[in-house]
């Protein structure tokens, strides 16, 4: 459920690993991008679920949230 919703809030997808490690995972993988050495993307591919936004929903988000600016505009 949170994840779908900050999909939809973001109007972006999200992508998580399911596994324990993926911080570290993550890291990992950052350092051998930046040492240029080139890793399997299908096997990173494992384990991950995306969550992709909906449009409908996100246009009612994004309705509350100019409401909700508008009201903190006011408080300062």
Not at 6 to 17: E, M, Y
């Amino acid at each position: 459920f949170w994840l779908q919703m900050l999909a939809d809030i973001s109007n972006c997808k999200v992508q998580v690993n399911d596994g324990m490690l993926s911080a570290a995972r993550g890291a990992a993988m950052l350092a051998l991008e930046g040492l240029n050495i080139s890793i399997d993307k299908q096997e990173n591919e494992a384990g991950i679920q995306t969550y992709f936004p909906n449009n409908d929903r996100h246009a009612i988000y994004q309705k509350h949230f100019m409401s909700f600016s508008k009201e903190v505009e006011k408080l300062i």
